[in-house]
């Protein structure tokens, strides 16, 4: 693969950032990584001290920083409390950290793939509830945000789109 | 509320009046299901007004499904500590719904042989019972209340994950299938490693039943207004995998719990019919182990059966692990046919009346562990010196 960068040479590190939870992955060369490298440890003077030190190759501590500050979109776990507990925040987090789950859920199960019954999923209603999901993921960002009037708004959104759902549920029955 | 969690004192369930005229190695069966709701975050991540959300919408399902006609859900803030273990000694509530914080609470079926666990470790925790070895029936049972529900609320499922769960261990199937052994004679034969290997090809785990509420609950719990010294050793309680354990050796009563490990890969009645099978493995080893104790040394087995009665109907202090242990002995005899087959009643009630919050229930009063151990020795004197 081509580095996402110069889009030259071979890409040789995977490069993330991580702002707010959210991760952003590049397929770098060693050339860009090192322009990044020197972009981030930039006006700190510390770095002046680093060569004298071994350092660990620049994927590795990506990798590190990827694996501790990895965060679920939907509820905010982070992926290393996951790992150490066994214990996971939301049914986004099976899908947002799939490939990292692998390993634990291999180690407890006979085999990845769920042989049992299947749910039936009611369309409308699964609409719905995907609408209600994205408002309460909105109302945690307006609270982190302390806004607390259009908390307020939307807690009262919340609890409508709830009731209608119940009705709705009571209806289908 | 508080009194119909007090009316079921004189209501036994009906699941441990089934294997009555039986004398059976396994004392009952059990099934537990992990559910979740698609569009909130489990337990662990909601809100309080998430998790009030969550219980809504259960009653609201179990209203639409005629549920609450034949049980009640009772929510945990309107139960004393004494009602909220007396149901989890009935096995109809778990120890993560004990130790969860905020709005949370239980339906129990009328007969008590079907529990609905809702904000412990996962929103929902189906649960059904049957006395003996009827592991079938019991997942038919549970199969029938999740496809119910199923109807009316939408459950988290992912394609290739199946139903999605808090913990990385119950996702897939959500399927717990548990067995409760009695295994006298494969202690007394030192055959407990075999009966423990048995299942582990078949990712099946034997454990010990231990009381208390274990040690990762014990912080939680001790935390509360409640006293731990009132609790501890006083309980067989349960967790959503379906039993308090601790290894073979650490058994009390010579009671083992055999449960499934893992939910991807296999079908619910591939754990089910796996679980049944080694259960029935292990049984048939117990029976043949107690043949060969009976002819080698029957004298034996009748001295531990006739102490454990006379103990029973004159002591005046009874731990619950001594009385766990009395009951053992005797039901040993019962099997062996050194003691009459009609005390068994008395031994399957017993188990369960003998518990700490059974006892505070029927004396009406908080009590302390002496007080515990002397309501305890006056109930068996007043069951055994009958017989």
């Known amino acids: 693969m081509l580095c996402q960068k110069c889009h030259k040479n071979l890409a040789s590190v995977r490069y993330a950032e991580v702002v707010d939870g959210e991760v952003t992955e590049q397929q770098l060369c060693s050339d860009c990584m090192a322009v990044y490298e020197h972009d981030a440890t930039a006006g700190f003077e510390l770095a002046a001290a680093a060569p004298t030190m071994r350092r660990p190759s620049a994927e590795r501590v990506v990798r590190d920083v990827v694996r501790s500050e990895r965060k679920c979109v939907g509820c905010g776990r982070l992926l290393n409390a996951i790992l150490e507990e066994g214990r996971v925040g939301c049914p ?20 990845l793939r769920h042989k049992g019954k299947v749910v039936q999923h009611d369309d409308t209603r699964a609409q719905l509830r995907a609408g209600l999901q994205n408002k309460r993921n909105l109302l945690r960002s307006v609270l982190r945000a302390e806004d607390y009037e259009e908390a307020a708004r939307l807690r009262d959104e919340i609890r409508n789109l709830e009731q209608g759902l119940m009705l709705s549920e009571s209806g289908a029955d | ?9 004189t209501r036994s369930p009906r699941w441990f009046q089934e294997e009555t005229a039986q004398v059976s190695g396994v004392l009952f069966s ?4 992990s559910r979740n709701l698609s569009d909130f975050p489990f337990p662990l991540r909601c809100t309080e007004d998430e998790k009030q959300a969550v219980v809504d919408r259960v009653v609201s399902a179990l209203d639409s499904v005629n549920l609450l ?34 709005p949370r609470g239980v339906y129990v079926s009328d007969d008590q042989s079907l529990s609905i666990v809702v904000n412990g470790d996962d929103h929902l925790a189906l649960r059904a019972l049957k006395g003996g070895a009827q592991l079938q029936d019991a997942w038919a049972r549970l199969d029938a209340l999740d496809n119910s529900l199923g109807s009316s609320l939408d459950f988290a499922f992912h394609d290739e994950r199946g139903y999605l769960t808090s913990s990385l261990d119950q996702v ?4 717990k299938a548990g067995v409760v052994l009695h295994l006298p004679a494969t202690v007394t034969a030192n055959r407990l490693n075999e009966a423990a290997s048995s299942g582990s090809d078949e ?3 034997l454990g010990g039943l231990i009381a208390g509420i274990g040690l990762k609950a014990h912080a939680a ?12 050793e006083q309980s067989l309680l349960t967790n959503t995998t379906g039993a308090l354990c601790g290894s073979p050796g650490a058994a009390l009563g010579e009671l083992f719990y055999l449960v499934n490990r893992g939910g991807l890969g296999q079908s619910e009645d591939e754990i089910v019919f796996q679980v049944g099978h080694i259960a029935a493995t292990i049984e048939q080893a117990e029976q043949q182990a107690l043949a060969l104790l009976v002819s080698e040394n029957v004298c034996a087995v009748q001295d531990r059966a006739g102490r454990a009665l006379g103990m029973a109907a004159g002591a005046y202090l009874l731990s619950f692990s001594e009385a766990l242990s009395l009951l053992s002995s005797i039901r040993c005899g019962v099997a ?13 009630e017993l188990t369960i009346s003998s518990q700490g919050a059974h006892l505070e229930i029927a004396s009406e009063q908080r009590c302390d562990a002496l007080t515990l151990n002397q309501r305890r020795a006056d109930l068996f004197r007043d069951r055994f010196a009958r017989k």
Do not use: K, W
Request: negative net charge.
């Open chain 2, 30 to 33: 059990q099934c537990t299901l």
């Open chain 2, 69 to 102: 006609s034949s049980g009640t859900f009772y929510s945990l803030a309107d139960l004393d500590p004494v009602q909220i273990r007396f149901l989890a000694e009935r096995r109809l509530l778990t120890t993560e719904l004990i130790t969860a914080t905020g």
């Open chain 1, 92 to 111: 986004a987090c099976y899908t947002h950290f799939a490939e990292a789950l692998s390993v634990p859920l291999a180690e407890r199960h006979r085999s």
């Open chain 2, 172 to 175: 897939g199937t959500g399927l």
């Open chain 2, 336 to 348: 062996a046919g050194t003691v009459a087959p009609d005390s068994m009643p008395d031994l399957n």
């Open chain 2, 203 to 205: 990712r099946l785990t």
């Open chain 2, 221 to 232: 719990y001790s935390a509360e207004a409640e006293g731990v010294e009132r609790i501890r």
């Open chain 2, 1 to 9: 509320m508080a009194t119909a969690v007090e009316t079921m004192l």
